[in-house]
C-alpha cells in the first residue's frame, strides 16, 4: 500500500475537524488572539424581536374604503293571485247557458251560469197572489176596527146618560147596569176588530216574504262573476246537473284575479324588524323579468312551524304576464348600511369557522376579521363588520394566521 494517499486523506480529515469542530478557536488562533469576547450587558428594558427576511408572508392587499350602500331584505318567494274562488250556484237545476271556456277574461257582474227556472216562475206567481189577496182583505179589517170603535163610542155616551139620569131619579140601576155592559162589549168588539186587522198586516207580510223568497229563487236562477279575472276552469257545462245541496256539484267556474298580483315570502325573525309597510321591494322572476312594488302587508304572528312572518309585496300585472304560483326573487329595501365591496374570492373561515377576511394591521401583520354578507352582485360581495378603511389581503389570505408579518404590495381598486 502506497503511504501517499494515506497521509493526504488524514491531512483532509484533519482540516475537517478543526474547520468544523474546532471553527472558533481556529479563527480565534488566525486572529491572534488580539480581540477578547464581547462583555453581555444585561439590561432591564426589553429588546426588540425582529424576524429575519424569511419570517415575513409577502401578500397582496387592496386599501378598501366603506361606503354607504341600500341594503336589502333578500327572500325566496313565490307569486300569488290577489283574488281566487270558486264561484258556486246557490240553487239547483240545470244549466242552460253556454259555457265559457278556461282562460276567457271576464268581468265583474259578467253571466257565467244559467240554471232553468222550472217551476219557480210559477211559484213567483202564487207568492204575488197570496199578496194581493192579503192586501184586499185589509181595508175589510179596517172598517171593522172603525165600526167597533164608533159602537164603543155610542155605549159609553149611553152609559154616561144613564148614570146621569139615575144620580137624578129618573133611571134605574138596572139601566145603568145594562149600559155598562154595553160599553165593555164594544171594547171587547174593538179588540176583537184590533187583532183581526193585525191579523191581515200579517198575512201580508207573510205574502210580501214568500214573493221575497220567491224572486230570489229565481234570481239565484243566475251566477255571475263576482270580480274581474280569468276562468281558471270552464264554466258548468250546458245540461249539467248543479245541485245546492252538495259543495261539489254546485261548482259554477273558478276565477283568478292576476292584476295586481301579490308576490310572497317569508321573512326570518332576525330580519323581520327591517320589513316596513310601504317599502319599496323589487322581485327577479325565473326568466330573468324584474317588477317592483311596494310591501302591503306584514304578518304579526310567526308560523309555527318555521318562526318565519309572511310578508305581501303588490305589484301591478297589466299585461297578465306575472302568472299564479311563480317562483320569485324578492329584494326589499331597508335602511342603508356601511359596506366594502370587495371580491368574493377574499373570503375565508377561521378555526371557529367563522366567515370573514384576513387583512394587514398597522404594524404590517395579519388578522382576521368576521364579515356578514350583505349583497352578492357582478361587481363583488358588500360586507359589513370591517372599518372604515381596511387593508385587505387578497392574495395570499390562505397561508397566514393571526399575528404573522407580513410585507404587502397593494392593488388598484376599479372603483
Given amino acids: 500500500m502506497k503511504p501517499i494517499p494515506v497521509i493526504i486523506a488524514v491531512i483532509v480529515t484533519a482540516f475537517l475537524f478543526f474547520f468544523v469542530i474546532q471553527r472558533e478557536q481556529l479563527l480565534d488562533f488566525a486572529s491572534g488572539g488580539e480581540d477578547s469576547p464581547p462583555e453581555i450587558v444585561e439590561t432591564s428594558e426589553p429588546t426588540e424581536t425582529i ?3 424569511q419570517d415575513v408572508v409577502r401578500v397582496v392587499a387592496i386599501q ?6 341600500d341594503s336589502a331584505v333578500v327572500l325566496r318567494g313565490e307569486t300569488e293571485a290577489t283574488r281566487q274562488l270558486d264561484v258556486m250556484a246557490e240553487t239547483s237545476g240545470l244549466v242552460v247557458s253556454e259555457p265559457l271556456r278556461k282562460g276567457a277574461l271576464v268581468e265583474a257582474g259578467q253571466l257565467l251560469c244559467e ?25 175589510a179589517a179596517q172598517a171593522v176596527v172603525e165600526q167597533a170603535r164608533a159602537a164603543l163610542e155610542e155605549a159609553r155616551i149611553n152609559g154616561n146618560a144613564a148614570e146621569r139620569l139615575s144620580e137624578d131619579g129618573f133611571a134605574s140601576e138596572t139601566r145603568v147596569a145594562a149600559t155598562q155592559a154595553a160599553v165593555r162589549a164594544a171594547e171587547a168588539g ?9 191579523s191581515a198586516q200579517a198575512s201580508i207580510e207573510s205574502a210580501e216574504a214568500g214573493v221575497a223568497a220567491a224572486q230570489k229563487e229565481i234570481d239565484r236562477l243566475k251566477v255571475f262573476a263576482p270580480f274581474g279575472g280569468l276562468l281558471e276552469t270552464d264554466t258548468a257545462e250546458i245540461g249539467e246537473l248543479l245541485s245546492a245541496n252538495s259543495p261539489s256539484g254546485a261548482h259554477c267556474a273558478t276565477i283568478i284575479q292576476l292584476d295586481p298580483v301579490k ?8 330580519e323581520v324588524n327591517r320589513v316596513h309597510l310601504g317599502a319599496r321591494a323589487g322581485a327577479r322572476l325565473t326568466d330573468g323579468s324584474q317588477v317592483v312594488g311596494e310591501v302591503t302587508f306584514l304578518s304579526r304572528a310567526a308560523d309555527e312551524t318555521t318562526r318565519t312572518f309572511r310578508v305581501e309585496i303588490t305589484v301591478n300585472n297589466a299585461d297578465l304576464a306575472i302568472r299564479d304560483g311563480q317562483t320569485v326573487e324578492i329584494i326589499i329595501a331597508s335602511d342603508g348600511k356601511s359596506a366594502h365591496l370587495l371580491p368574493q374570492s377574499v373570503l375565508t373561515l377561521n378555526d371557529e369557522g367563522s366567515l370573514g377576511v384576513r387583512i394587514v394591521t398597522e404594524d404590517k401583520r395579519a388578522d382576521f376579521v ?22 385587505v389581503i387578497v392574495i395570499g389570505q390562505e397561508y397566514v394566521i393571526p399575528g404573522v408579518p407580513v410585507e404587502a404590495s397593494y392593488q388598484e381598486t376599479n372603483e
Fill in 64 to 69: 378598501s374604503s366603506a361606503r354607504l350602500i
Fill in 190 to 198: 174593538v179588540s176583537s176588530a184590533l187583532s183581526g186587522l193585525e
Fill in 263 to 270: 308576490l310572497v315570502g317569508f321573512v326570518p325573525e332576525t
Fill in 51 to 53: 424576524e429575519s427576511p
Fill in 115 to 139: 240554471i232553468d227556472p222550472g217551476t219557480r216562475l210559477a211559484s213567483l206567481a202564487e207568492a204575488q197572489a197570496r199578496l194581493a189577496s192579503a192586501k184586499a182583505a185589509a181595508p
Fill in 370 to 391: 368576521s364579515v356578514t354578507m350583505l349583497r352578492d352582485t357582478i361587481d363583488g360581495v358588500w360586507l359589513a363588520g370591517l372599518p372604515q378603511e381596511a387593508n
